[in-house]
T-cell receptor, first 114, second 114 residues
Framework: KAGVTQTPRYLIKTRGQQVTLSCSPI?????VSWYQQTPGQGLQFLFE???????NKGNFPGRFSGRQFSNSRSEMNVSTLELGDSALYLC?????????????FGPGTRLTVL | AQSVAQPEDQVNVAEGNPLTVKCTYS??????LFWYVQYPNRGLQFLLKYITGDNLVKGSYGFEAEFNKSQTSFHLKKPSALVSDSALYFCAVRPYSSASKIIFGSGTRLSIRP
């Protein structure tokens, strides 16, 4: 079974621009979560989707948004990019949302904001 | 507030020696507990999880972890360390409520010297 895929793997943007990242979950998985990883802040939860509905949201400004499609693929968007948005963005998929279900992570998208 | 702590930023162990990476948590009710490993420029890989039952959980690559409810801990252990175990390790907890989000620790860098 193919793992979680994320596109693009690397991205360079300038301040003020917007960016869209994509995540394709493992086949059959209906839940997708997004995380931001930085050296200073560690791994921070962005949002969790299940069956096209956002179930949980982290403490990020409204510039960060996401959605999930009927085929469980998910996108996250960051508008008006700031230097501090430079990070590794990780997507994880699981069969269901919550409980003891295991999350499986993709390789991440490395975003650099100049 | 619900949280998970990894008190050591770095753990250094000689190859062949036993290793322990510590994790303590604070959640209301019974938790689901997870360990993940991250190699450079990669996403997180699932190692093991505790759902219920036997307090000693065995996982991938010879790792195991012991759930201790009274000490609210879930330390990761391996009897004999390998140089290839050098990586960043994350402990995570999800409270029992199905609507709860998963909470990650700050990570512990494990360094195994030959």
């Amino acid at each position: 079974k193919a793992g979680v895929t994320q596109t693009p793997r690397y991205l360079i943007k300038t301040r003020g621009q917007q960016v869209t990242l994509s995540c394709s979950p493992i086949s059959g998985h209906r839940s997708v979560s997004w995380y931001q990883q930085t050296p200073g802040q560690g791994l921070q939860f962005l949002f969790e989707y299940f069956s096209e509905t956002q179930r949980n949201k982290g403490n990020f400004p409204g510039r960060f948004s996401g959605r999930q499609f009927s085929n469980s693929r998910s996108e996250m968007n960051v508008s008006t990019l700031e230097l501090g948005d430079s990070a590794l963005y990780l997507c994880a998929s699981s069969l269901i949302a919550g409980g003891g279900d295991t999350q499986y992570f993709g390789p991440g998208t490395r975003l650099t904001v100049l | 507030a619900q949280s998970v702590a990894q008190p050591e930023d770095q753990v250094n162990v000689a190859e062949g020696n036993p290793l322990t990476v510590k994790c303590t948590y604070s959640v209301s009710g019974n938790p689901y507990l997870f360990w993940y490993v991250q190699y450079p420029n990669r996403g997180l890989q699932f190692l093991l999880k505790y759902i219920t039952g036997d307090n000693l959980v065995k996982g991938s690559y010879g790792f195991e972890a012991e759930f201790n409810k009274s000490q609210t801990s879930f330390h990761l252990k391996k009897p004999s360390a390998l140089v290839s175990d050098s990586a960043l390790y994350f402990c995570a907890v999800r409270p029992y409520s199905s609507a709860s989000k998963i909470i990650f620790g700050s990570g512990t860098r494990l360094s195994i010297r030959p």
